[in-house]
């Protein structure tokens, strides 16, 4: 079965993680695994330069989305208009818990307005305390109706975390859930049912994650084949526009 990986990362995380990813290898995992197309971004705000040269590399495999801080104020907006004005990025990565802010800060407003004004989607990190909560994700998607807010990992590894990523995405329209990370298959069938069957994708978190154990999780979330089919591919060929 075809699929859309809604979030990975190239490049080298030290300090705690001790991990790193290269394009070619995540290229051959997506041949091995029948996975379309990857929406990818660098390992933190400093390395951009190795989404964009991924994307030079493979750029029909590749979707690249830009990594920033908002309180870098503006280098952080610089950085977004050059590289989806110059580079043809096409969405942009933020991380509350990496940079420590919190989601709904005003400092994040101006990179919300540039998301606006390019109508390209945001991808925010969900579910550590006290920066990326989904309820101060959820005021932030508030703040901005017009903007497709990604909630990356749909409240991760906390059981009322997750609950909260629901109940906050039934309540805005604006708010999408990626699945990777976060253990609970059962929530990615609720969130099919009653978020919506087009507002939850699949995502691997390379390299953090192993595709076969993201795969897993959808395919014992106890949806039909037609619903596995929209988290694995449909919904996000939707949402990205492809």
Known sequence: MKKIDLHSHVGNFGSWAGIKS??????????????????????????????????????????PIVYVNPLEGRKCTDILKEYIENFGFKGIKLNPLKNAFVADEEAVDPVMELAEMYDIPVFMHSGHPPYSLP???????????????????????????????LKM?????????????MPMGSKIKEAYDTVGRNRIMFGIDTPFHHPTVEMQKVITSGLDEKGIEDVFYNNAKEFLRI
């Open 22 to 63: 290269d394009i070619d290898s995540i290229i051959k995992n997506m041949d091995t695994y029948e996975i379309e197309k990857t929406v990818l971004c660098s390992a933190n705000q400093n390395t951009n330069e190795d989404t964009n040269d991924a994307f030079k590399k493979y750029p029909d495999r590749i979707f």
């Open 135 to 165: 309820w101060s994700i959820a005021l932030l998607a508030e703040r901005h109706p017009k903007v497709r807010l990604v909630m990356i990992h749909m409240g991760h590894g906390h059981g009322v975390y997750i609950d909260a990523a």
């Open 169 to 181: 995405a039934r309540r805005y329209d604006n708010i999408y859930l990626e699945m990777s990370g």
